[in-house]
């Protein structure tokens, strides 16, 4: 069988892409030094414990599995946090995603796939963002995110390595069959924090800013769910295995939602009210994130078939009610 190295294979959206390669056929080998992955996510494939730091555990974990690609999920991704400590996001991020993609490059493994995002572009208020849009981040976490884009562009031009990079914009939503899901310790996201107020296991939602240049006030985001998402990177591994070469696409839906429309919606699938309260704006955040582009789905064939924001909720409240991870 493939075999796929994935980093952060215990997380979020790491753990949702094992479960897709191994349904399409492949074996992931999960990477992930549980700094904020969960031990029962590995669930696809086998475990090779370590952090992207150790240059050494790297070269042999490639030296063992001979990955014909890696999928390069883990990542530090909090854009508060990265406003505070860009330190941490610049060693952690840009560090240790230059050792895994040398240790790529030195094993002879071609195919990279990467979790970029949104981030990368800005606050670029009413340009429709496509690839090709100016990548002007203003947080730290896009600027690592951007950086990383750039060291793969010279991997590209200096050793071969190609890779499928992937913008995501708001990644929601579980696997409906329950067996992975999103779980943040500290959780710092909208929609798992509004049913976590829902739930009564927080007092309130604070909506981070309403005096936004937007019809409602508040920022505006473009959901996606994380299975439509990792179905996306499935589509990108075959496309560079067919060796068509390197290229960015954005994952989003093209449809924006505001915050307080999520709170909106978040209430009538739950059917039960959302306590809130508004709070400042959060350093870091731009007004609108909305893809522009249909290029994953004209070149790659990509069509996200469960992301309504009604469907992403409803995924998400059915993991948050029923599944949990152990430490
Ligand atoms: N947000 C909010 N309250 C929260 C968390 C998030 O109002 O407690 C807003 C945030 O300002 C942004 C949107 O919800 O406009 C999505 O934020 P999230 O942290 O989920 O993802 P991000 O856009 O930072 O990747």
């Known amino acids: 069988m493939t075999t796929v190295l994935v980093t952060g294979g215990a997380g979020y959206i790491g753990s949702h892409a ?20 969960w031990r029962d996510a590995v669930k696809f494939g086998p475990l090779e414990e370590g952090d992207l730091q150790d240059r050494d555990r790297l070269r042999d974990v490639f030296a063992k599995h001979k990955p014909v690609a890696v999928m390069h999920f883990a990542a530090l991704s909090l854009v508060g946090e990265s406003m505070s400590n860009p330190g941490k996001y610049w060693r952690s991020n840009v560090g240790g995603s230059l050792n895994l993609i040398e240790a790529a490059a030195e094993a002879g493994c071609k195919n990279f796939v990467f979790s970029s995002t949104c ?13 090709n849009s100016t990548q002007m981040p203003i947080n730290s976490y896009g600027a690592s995110k951007r950086a990383i884009e750039d060291i ?11 890779s499928v990079i992937f913008r995501y914009f708001n990644v929601a939503g579980a696997d409906p069959d329950g067996e992975v899901g999103e779980f943040h310790q500290p959780e710092t996201h909208l929609i798992p924090l509004m049913l976590d107020a ?15 240049d937007t019809p409602d ?11 439509d998402l990792v179905d996306a990177h499935v589509l990108g591994l075959k496309w560079l295995e067919d060796e068509k070469g390197s290229r960015a696409f954005n994952l989003g839906t093209g449809t924006g939602f505001s915050v307080r429309e999520v709170v909106h919606h978040s209430g ?20 609108a994130l909305v893809s522009g582009s249909r290029r994953a789905d004209k070149e790659l ?25 152990d430490r």
């Open 268 to 287: 009538s699938v739950t059917n039960k009210p959302v306590p809130i309260i508004e709070g400042a704006r959060r350093a870091g955040d731009a007004t």
């Open 301 to 325: 064939g990509w069509k996200p078939t469960r992301s309504t924001l009604e469907n992403m909720i409803a995924d998400a409240w059915r993991w948050h009610q029923n599944g949990h991870y």
């Open 152 to 162: 793969l562009d010279n991997f590209r031009a200096s050793h071969g390595l190609n």
């Open 119 to 131: 981030a990368t572009y800005g606050d670029q208020d009413g340009v429709v963002l496509d690839e």
């Open 18 to 37: 094992c479960k897709a390669l191994a349904r399409a056929g492949y074996t992931p080998v999960t990477f992930d030094n549980f700094e904020t992955g």
């Open 217 to 227: 006030g508040t920022c505006i985001r473009d959901y996606v769910h994380v299975c």
């Open 198 to 212: 829902i739930e009564g296991k927080r007092d309130a939602l604070t909506i981070f800013g309403t005096d936004y």
